[in-house]
């Protein structure tokens, strides 16, 4: 038992991946608001809709402000709870805005001593009638954020655009990981069959390469569920007119390691075999590299990390989120090597009944 711990570890490593990852909640947070338009000089009455909220359970009173920058922002003249996830609040625009855009978005900052700080950007757009940015500072009465509560209890971010489906940072993103490190596990079986030309290294190669393939299709499978979900209805789950970069170049890569076991099939000789994919998985690893991470960065694109987008910062994960995702990147590969290995078994035994 004590050579198999691993393994022991691995399934209770994402048996907490699962169960933490998900039940538990995500904070706070502002789904909607109506109306989403206004012009200068309007008493705005705004019906907001919370997400995991508890509005009514304040035992003090609902706060909101419009932000317009990181100094300047107006307080709510008025705020009506209607229930634990819905509000109505009320703001006096001022006739010209202390800006020289005709249209300007603002953020709406909700705040009580439950729920904490909830914040939903872009939530206004107020269209000025005429630009006087002179007149804007005289009329702007501002009102500072201060003393925001802290929502208490362990929970996950709420983003405006992921919502509950950032779940799936546990799965998706975490599968590739473990692809990563089981295709690294395969070319360094391939480098060991090069130098000593045992097959056992070819067979070791094999198996961890074919199950590196088969948490990639998981992976490309579960991203591009997500990206139905969070970019939008008019997305489609897979149009090569509309595809995303990443989405194609990681289509791209899969294909090359296809290649691999296409190649392993058009020989008889396992020696001639070995020797080939052996050569072949490290030029598809070598491939993979560039198509997945560095050609995505070198475009636009909607998937984090490409296009000078980032990836894993801030936004995308919290310390709560990194108790759960780094453990099961291990989990999953973990996971991925105990499954090598039975396959690595398997192919030893049908090579075993082939030869007998």
Request: aromatic share 12%; no cysteine; hydrophobic share 50%.
């Amino acid at each position: 038992m004590k050579n198999h711990w691993w393994k022991a570890l691995g399934v209770i490593i994402l048996l907490y991946t699962f169960t933490a990852g998900m039940l538990l909640p995500l904070k706070p947070g502002i789904v909607a608001v109506n109306p989403s338009a206004v012009r200068t000089g309007d008493t705005v009455t705004l019906s907001v809709q919370g997400y995991n909220t508890f509005f009514t359970q304040s035992k003090t009173p609902v706060r909101a402000w419009l932000k317009l920058d990181e100094q300047r922002a107006l307080a709510a003249k008025d705020i009506e709870v209607i229930s634990d996830n819905a509000l109505r609040v009320s703001f006096d625009i001022p006739a010209h805005l202390p800006v020289s855009r005709r249209v300007q978005d603002f953020t709406l900052l909700l705040d009580n001593d439950v729920d904490g700080a909830s914040v939903l950007p872009s939530a206004l757009l107020v269209t000025q009638d005429s630009i006087q940015p002179e007149r804007g500072e005289a009329l702007w009465a501002n009102s500072p954020i201060t003393d925001l509560h802290e929502k208490s209890g362990i929970t996950f971010p709420f983003r405006n655009i992921l919502a509950e489906t950032i779940r799936n940072t546990y799965f998706h993103v975490a599968l590739w990981f473990a692809m990563l490190f089981l295709f690294i596990g395969g070319v360094i079986s391939s480098v060991r069959y090069l130098a000593n030309n045992d097959l056992n290294a070819d067979y070791r190669a094999q198996a961890q390469t074919t199950v590196g393939l088969i948490f990639g299709l998981l992976g490309l499978i579960t991203g591009i569920i997500w990206a139905r979900n969070t970019w939008g209805a008019g997305y489609k789950f897979w149009n090569l007119r509309e595809v995303d970069v990443k989405q194609a170049m990681t289509m791209v890569a899969l294909f090359v390691y296809l290649a691999y076991f296409v190649l392993r099939m058009a020989f008889e000789d396992a020696e001639r075999k070995a020797r080939l994919s052996a050569v072949y998985n490290i030029f598809a690893f070598v491939a993979l590299i560039p198509l997945i991470y560095v050609v995505p960065r070198l475009t636009d694109s909607l998937h984090p990390g490409s296009g000078g987008n980032p990836a894993l910062g801030g936004e995308d994960l919290d310390n709560t989120m990194r108790m759960i995702f780094y453990p099961a990147i291990i989990g999953w590969t973990l996971l991925g090597f105990w499954m090598a290995q039975l396959y690595y078994r398997l192919i030893k035994a049908q090579m075993r009944v082939d030869e007998g």
